[in-house]
């Protein structure tokens, strides 16, 4: 009768190759996080840019339809007056939580700095 032989190795992995593939997949999970985060932020500045732009449509609305009901032309002083001139009649929120303000009649702006389109 012929014997089966045993193997010396066992199939699978050692502890060491684990613990080099973990630190494999720590560093490309650091990698990609950190990416995600810097994609996102640029996401949050282009949205709160698209939002001013947005506004400052709305405030050029309300000049127009100012013109034409008070034989008077004026731009918005307060932010929520552009509310009826709005998409779905509310004010556009930052993603980073920026307050918007008007300046100088049509100019609108983010209270964080880097969002601004001005």
Known sequence: MKTIKENKYQQGLTLIELVILMMILGIIATISYTRYMDLSHT????????????????????????????QEAHYADDIQDLVPYTHNGEIPKCPENGEYQILNENIIICSIPEHSIR
């Open 43 to 70: 996401a949050n500045i282009a949205q709160c840019k698209s939002n001013q732009q947005h506004l400052c449509t709305a405030q050029e609305i309300f000049w127009v339809q100012s013109s034409i009901n008070s």
